[in-house]
C-alpha cells in the first residue's frame, strides 16, 4: 500500500511517504511557512520513490486540531492533490498522531495528547492501543487545562506541546501517578500515514471535497485561503 502524508497544523512542517510500513519523511519546525515547504516535500518523496500521485492509494492529512491556518493549509493541499489524482483522503486527529508516536517511539499504550491551543487552553485527547490499532477513549475537546475530562485508570502518559506549557497544572488536576510526559514532541507526517492506513482498512476514507479540516472551538474565522496549485508534482 502507498500512502502519502501530510501534516501543517503546528509549528511543524512534515510530508511522508508510507509504502508498506516503510516510511520516508521530510519534517521542518518553521512556522509561517508551510505553504512555501509542503509541496516541495511532496514533489521530493515521489521523485525519490520514483512515483506519481495517481501511482499511490492513499492521502491521508493531519485534520486538525491546531493552529488555524495550519489547519486550512493541509485540508486546501490535500483536496488539490486528491481531486487531480482521483485518491481516497483519510482525515487524521493530529491529537491521535501524538498517541501514536508515543507507542512508535516510547511503546506508551496510553497516552494523553494535549496541544497548546493558546489563549490558555489546551486540544485533548485520550487514546489507547489495542491490538495494534489506536483507540479513542473519550471525544476531543478544547478546555483550559483545569477542565479537561478525567481519564480512567491506566498507566498514561502525557505528550504534546500543551504538557511543555501547562504540564504543572495538567497534573495537579488530574491528581494521579502518570508514567511521564514530554512536551516537545510535534505531529508527524509519518504517523499521520500511518494511522491513515488503520481508516482505510476500517473503510473510514472520504472523497477529496470531504477533506475538511477540524478546529473544536465552535467559533472560528476562516477567511479564504490561497494555495499555490500542485502544478509541479507528478500525475
Same mark, same amino acid.
Given at each position: 500500500?502507498?500512502?502519502l502524508?501530510? $501534516?501543517t497544523a503546528?509549528?511543524?512542517? +512534515? @510530508?511522508a511517504? =508510507?509504502? =508498506?510500513g =516503510? ?5 521542518k519546525?518553521?512556522?509561517?511557512q ?8 511532496? %514533489? +521530493?518523496?515521489? $521523485? ?6 495517481s501511482?499511490?492509494d492513499l ?5 486538525g486540531?491546531g *493552529?488555524?491556518?495550519?489547519v486550512?493549509? @493541509?485540508s ?7 481531486? +487531480?489524482s $482521483?485518491l481516497p483522503? *483519510?482525515?487524521?486527529?493530529t491529537?491521535a ?6 507507542w512508535?517511539e ?10 497548546d ?8 485527547g485520550?487514546?489507547r492501543?489495542?491490538?495494534g +490499532? ?5 471525544d %476531543? ?5 483545569e %477542565?479537561?475530562p478525567?481519564?480512567? =485508570?491506566g498507566?498514561w502518559?502525557g ?8 504540564? *504543572?497544572?495538567?497534573?495537579?488536576h488530574?491528581d494521579r501517578?502518570?508514567a511521564?510526559?514530554?512536551?516537545e514532541?510535534?505531529p508527524?507526517?509519518? $504517523?499521520?500515514?500511518a494511522?491513515?492506513?488503520q481508516?482505510? /482498512?476500517q473503510g473510514k ?6 477533506a ?7 467559533q ?6 490561497? /494555495?499555490?496549485?500542485?502544478?509541479g /508534482?507528478?500525475?
Amino acid at each position: 500500500m502507498r500512502i502519502l502524508a501530510i $501534516d501543517t497544523a503546528t509549528e511543524a512542517c +512534515s @510530508a511522508a511517504l =508510507d509504502i =508498506d510500513g =516503510d516510511s520516508r519523511e521530510r519534517f521542518k519546525i518553521a512556522p509561517r511557512q508551510h505553504t512555501e515547504l509542503i509541496l516541495p516535500m511532496v %514533489e +521530493s518523496l515521489l $521523485d525519490e520513490a520514483g512515483l506519481t500521485l495517481s501511482q499511490l492509494d492513499l492521502i491521508a492529512f493531519g485534520r486538525g486540531p491546531g *493552529a488555524f491556518t495550519g489547519v486550512r493549509i @493541509a485540508s486546501a493541499v490535500t483536496q488539490g492533490l486528491a481531486f +487531480s489524482s $482521483d485518491l481516497p483522503v *483519510a482525515p487524521v486527529s493530529t491529537l491521535a498522531a501524538l498517541a501514536w508516536s508515543s507507542w512508535r517511539e516510547r511503546g506508551e499504550t496510553e497516552t494523553l495528547s494535549a496541544i497548546d491551543a493558546r489563549m490558555a487552553e489546551v486540544y485533548w485527547g485520550c487514546y489507547r492501543v489495542e491490538k495494534g +490499532s489506536l483507540v479513542a477513549v473519550q471525544d %476531543e475537546c478544547v478546555c483550559a487545562p483545569e %477542565e479537561i475530562p478525567m481519564p480512567p =485508570d491506566g498507566h498514561w502518559f502525557g505528550c504534546g506541546t500543551g504538557w511543555y506549557t501547562y504540564g *504543572a497544572r495538567l497534573h495537579r488536576h488530574l491528581d494521579r501517578p502518570l508514567a511521564g510526559w514530554v512536551g516537545e514532541c510535534l505531529p508527524q507526517a509519518r $504517523d499521520i500515514a500511518a494511522l491513515g492506513a488503520q481508516l482505510y /482498512v476500517q473503510g473510514k476514507t472520504v472523497s477529496p471535497e470531504q477533506a475538511l479540516p477540524v478546529y473544536l472551538r465552535d467559533q472560528v474565522a476562516t477567511p479564504s485561503l490561497k /494555495v499555490k496549485r500542485p502544478t509541479g /508534482v507528478a500525475l
